[in-house]
């Protein structure tokens, strides 16, 4: 069903009388955009290109694609999206523990919308506070090839104690590969050799994440 354009004086009144809660999506997308009629079809138009949650994620070339965005309202539509989730996500800073793996995932929600296979490690000092994380591999939209090597190069150059690894799938299903149970026991081999502690795999994706820990595939 064609999502009805609003009338741009009724979305200024209604935020000045009503508050900005009460404001449809298509309203306050208008608003953003300039407050215009010309706004208002944009706005009407980007709703009808995708759902709300996936222009929130949109890169500003996706948003120029729809009729009525250009390069300066789909920067405007890009930075409101960012500084919502900034202002409502706190993710671990360096010296936060970072053992359980809701937290991991509050680090690197971000490559849940991911267009490829992105491989992470997250860093951690003796009592499992974060020093830092960091991406050592991006692959295609289905795999990303790993070298134990390279995933344990980063954690000896910091002096880390203890290695969390993690990567997406942009498929959007978090739950393991067989090829994912396969590398992650090979990074706990070849971490336990060079004497850091591998202290889970966790994998990211539009449903959540997935804990090898939480799933009882891993005994820290």
């Known amino acids: 069903m064609p999502i009805p354009a609003p009338t741009v004086p009724a979305a200024h009144e209604r935020l000045e009388s009503l508050g900005v ?35 929130a994620w949109a890169t500003p070339d996706q948003l120029t694609a729809v009729p009525g965005i250009g390069p300066a309202r789909a920067a ?28 991991v995932h509050e680090l690197l929600r971000h490559l849940a919308h991911a267009a490829h296979e992105e ?17 050592v591999a991006e692959g295609s939209l289905c795999q990303c090839p790993v070298n134990p090597r390279d995933v344990l190069r980063e954690a000896v150059r910091s002096n ?6 993690v990567h997406c799938h942009p498929s959007g299903l978090s739950s393991p590969s067989p090829d994912d149970a396969d590398l992650t026991e090979r990074l706990r081999a070849a971490a336990e050799l060079v004497g850091v502690t591998a202290r889970d795999h ?3 994706a539009a449903d959540g994440y997935y804990s090898f820990v939480e799933a009882g595939r891993w005994r820290r």
């Open 21 to 55: 809660r009460v404001l449809a999506d298509a309203e306050l997308l208008t608003l953003l955009l300039g407050g215009s009629s010309p706004a208002a079809r944009a706005a009407t138009a980007l709703l009808e290109s995708a759902p709300l949650q996936e222009l």
């Open 160 to 165: 880390a104690h203890g290695i969390v690894f």
């Open 119 to 135: 491989f992470w490690i997250v860093l951690l000092d003796v009592r499992g506070r974060l020093i830092r994380s960091c991406r």
């Open 202 to 204: 966790v994998i990211i």
């Open 76 to 103: 405007a539509v890009t930075a409101a999206f960012e500084l919502g989730r900034r202002a409502g996500w706190a993710p671990p800073r360096r010296g936060d523990r970072v053992l359980d793996p809701s937290r």
